[in-house]
């Protein structure tokens, strides 16, 4: 008899994640099926994280409609971004990113929920033998190029930071996408970015790390799991020079706050907007966490 109990804390049972979609279980399920919502199966039944929950119901500014806030809104963008990053079409991929932000998606959300994923489909291509790696290559030359035209969009020039964040990739990891993403986004929530890119040495993590002012956040993404070891000594390193700032480490190779715990640091992200409010929730705005998050603890 499959037990019915939550298995952890920060998981819910796919028939509460509908109602808080506002929508049909079998729905919730499709959204599953399709890959638009993480989820995870235990006992024979269907498990979500709250922060996958959370990112799902994000709304747009102003919108109010339960329709735009399903995650079956971004379905169709994401497979046609994700076909011309392939095609290495820059136009055509701007265009439907110009698009969603016409519609009124925020920044951020171009990001989570629609250039990331379509770059996770993209790597998925690669597993299944389906796209070369030199056409991740361009994939990846088209995706930098649409991030720098979104850049300006997560600038709050003339605001105070709230603190500053040294952000880098592992030494020897070359995925550059998801530093810059959780910097960007980092930047939008009022945080001062040290914005090292991919393959940080150690010894340069370590200069960044001890040259930043107002520091309270070291964070470490890590993509290729051959890497890992290479960010434990990032990570301990950072906690040598600054004991008491916090350690974030991230990224497909640090799939869980477990794994990250494993690699010596204190808290994890599952995509650049969870972490930006974790920050937020660092420098001292506990409310920043939103309601799905705090409502769900026990
Ligand atoms: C493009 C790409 C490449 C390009 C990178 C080009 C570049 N300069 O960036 C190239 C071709 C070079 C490449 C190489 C490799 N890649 Co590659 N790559 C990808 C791909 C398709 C997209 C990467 C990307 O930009 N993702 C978009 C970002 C935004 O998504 P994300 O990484 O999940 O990041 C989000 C969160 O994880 C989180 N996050 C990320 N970092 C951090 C950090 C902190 C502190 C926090 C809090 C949160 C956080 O926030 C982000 C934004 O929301 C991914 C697929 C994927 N799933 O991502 C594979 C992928 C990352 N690669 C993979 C692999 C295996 C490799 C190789 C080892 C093998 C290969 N393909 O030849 C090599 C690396 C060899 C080496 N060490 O030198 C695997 C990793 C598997 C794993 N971890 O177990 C993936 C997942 C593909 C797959 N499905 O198997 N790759």
Known sequence: MPSLARPRDDLLSLNAAARRLGVHYMTAYRHVRLGHLPA?????RWWVRIPDLEAAMA???????????????????RRRLASRLLAA???????????????????????VQLLGPALQAIGRGWEAGSVSVQAEHRATAVAVR??????????RRGRRARGS??????????????????????RQHGFGVVELGANVPVASFAEAVQSA????????????TACAGAARQVISQARALRPGVALLAGGPAVPSAATATSLGADHWAPDAAVAARLLSQLAGEAEALGPVLTSALP
Do not use: C
């Open 40 to 44: 995870e199966q235990r006992n024979g």
């Open 213 to 224: 002012t107002d520091l309270i956040a070291v964070g470490v993404s890590v993509s290729d």
């Open 89 to 111: 079409d820059l136009g055509g991929a701007w265009a439907i990113v110009e698009a969603s932000l016409a519609g009124g998606a925020r920044p951020a959300e171009i990001y």
């Open 59 to 77: 709304p747009a500014p102003g919108e109010q409609k339960p329709s735009r806030r399903s995650p079956a809104r971004w379905q169709s963008p």
């Open 165 to 186: 964040v040294v952000l880098g990739g592992a030494p020897g990891d070359p995925h550059l996408l998801p530093v810059a993403m959780v910097a960007d986004v980092a």
């Open 146 to 155: 649409v991030m720098g035209r979104m850049a300006p969009l997560f600038s």
